[in-house]
């Protein structure tokens, strides 16, 4: 699986991860397991949906990596 999740998306999808699991426990409801997947994919730096579409936002090259692996060779 090559990375299509940058930086900014994968703070992103973190942030919203911990929102809804947050909201689920205080809340008790079963959305906040849909926290799970945002979280999932953030550490994996890999969107299924992504893929299909063939949409990717990691940098197109540079120095630093857009998804953070470093080597700017992601996209």
């Known amino acids: 699986m090559k990375p299509n999740i940058g930086t900014v ?3 992103l999808r973190i942030i919203i991860g911990l929102g809804l699991i947050a909201y689920g426990i205080v809340n008790h ?6 926290g799970v997947v945002p979280l999932l994919t953030a550490f994996i730096r890999f969107c ?3 893929a299909p579409l063939g949409l990717s936002t990691c ?9 953070g692996c470093g080597d700017g060779k992601c996209g």
Not at 29 to 34: C, D, R, S
Not at 59 to 67: A, D, H, P, T, V
């Open 48 to 50: 299924p949906l992504y």
């Open 29 to 34: 409801t079963w959305l906040g397991a849909i």
């Open 59 to 67: 940098g197109k090259g540079g120095k630093s990596g857009g998804c």
């Open 9 to 11: 998306d994968r703070a």
